[in-house]
């Protein structure tokens, strides 16, 4: 069972256009945070969100936390081909050292 | 800034063979994750650390075993490989309540690749 699930799996769109990233759960984690990763390389974070509603921005794109923690989206405006990769997000569960991993999105911007 | 070592970066193995992985964690990070993410997959969570203690355990195979040293530093042990384990083996460190937010916030390794032939 995966406790994280992300949608959509793949997306392709072109350079310029807009896109959200869903991660959806029916566990509460006590934070949850996005990752980007590169092909062969380790996932780097993007963001952690913590409060429930929390909305959070980095440059062209939007993080938003669920109100009860269970969910939380990415937006991208104007995407870029050097956005190009793999989204990751990632919960913490509370009251554990359980890391958790969405099921991804690869996304792929062509110019 | 220093980041998460691990070693090997590249590992080929046989079937039935054993294998070693490293991994050393920033300095003063008081946790160790490990997760295993093999071709297209999202990485899973095998095992954590804190303090040298096992704190969790996910789907870590019984033919894996890992501990973390007095230094910090944490190794992963594979016997018996099989194909199916041939993956990207990530190791992740944090320091409990790190994060401006006091969120657990990791830090990746680079990975160590492991090839079961």
């Known amino acids: 069972t995966q406790l994280l699930e992300q949608s959509p799996q793949f997306l392709s769109i072109q350079e310029g256009e807009n896109l959200t990233v869903y991660c959806n759960s029916s566990?509460?984690?006590?934070?949850l945070q996005w990752y980007r990763q590169e092909p062969g390389e380790g996932p780097v974070l993007l963001v952690t969100v913590v409060t429930g509603g929390e909305v959070k921005k980095l440059k062209r794109l939007t993080f938003q936390f669920g109100d009860a923690r269970k969910d939380s989206s990415l937006h991208i405006t104007a995407a870029q081909p050097g956005d190009t990769g793999l989204y990751l997000c990632a919960g913490d569960l509370s009251g554990t050292y359980k890391y958790i991993f969405g099921t991804g999105t690869r996304l792929k911007v062509l110019a | 800034a220093a980041g998460v070592i691990q070693s090997p970066r590249h590992l080929i193995k046989e079937k039935r063979e054993t294998a070693t992985l490293k991994c050393y964690p920033i300095p003063r990070h008081d946790t160790v994750y490990w997760y295993q993410q093999g071709p297209g997959q999202d990485p899973q969570f095998l095992i954590s650390?804190?303090?040298?203690?096992?704190?969790d355990k996910g789907s870590i195979p019984d033919r894996f075993s890992a501990q973390q040293f007095s230094d910090y530093h944490s190794e992963l042990n594979m016997s018996s490989l099989e194909l199916g384990d041939s993956a990207l083996y990530f190791c992740?460190?944090?320091?409990?309540?790190?994060?401006?937010?006091?969120?657990?916030?990791?830090?990746f390794g680079a990975g160590s690749r492991l090839t079961v032939l």
């Open positions: 650390f804190y303090e040298k203690m096992q704190s």
């Open positions: 566990s509460v984690f006590s934070s």
């Open positions: 992740a460190s944090s320091l409990e309540g790190l994060g401006s937010s006091g969120a657990n916030v990791l830090t």
